[in-house]
Nanobody
């Protein structure tokens, strides 16, 4: 009942920047947490950054100081500003939302389809 659509992925040189965005839609009652995860070929999906409704953030150690997550609760969007990109950042980036889609139901995690980020010369 919650759809997440990512945008902003692409090819960038090492040291460059990209900004990912994710828009949530559907029968959403409340979104509590939004964030970004990534998965490289042959590796497990890992947390990149999350942000709560009251703007408390959490970052993976590998991206601290380089990535910044933000959200607009009114627009139901979350963004990830990625600076000083490294080849190790290459992965499919997935938007995540922990939300209540129906009044009275439990919180549930939703995932976007993912957007490719490639950092290469």
């Amino acid at each position: 009942q919650v759809q997440l659509v990512e945008s902003g992925g692409g090819l960038v040189q090492p040291g460059g920047s990209l900004r990912l965005s994710c828009a949530a839609s559907g029968s959403i009652v409340k979104i509590y947490v939004m964030g970004w995860y990534r998965q490289a070929p042959g590796k497990q999906r890992e947390l990149v950054a999350t942000i709560t409704s009251d703007d408390m953030t959490n970052y993976a150690d590998s991206v601290k100081g380089r990535f910044t997550i933000s959200r607009d609760n009114a627009k139901r969007t979350v963004s990830l500003q990625m600076n000083s990109l490294k080849p190790e950042d290459t992965a499919v980036y997935y938007c995540y939302a922990q939300a209540i889609a129906t009044m009275g139901s439990p919180r549930y995690g939703y995932w976007g389809q993912g957007t490719q980020v490639t950092v290469s010369s």
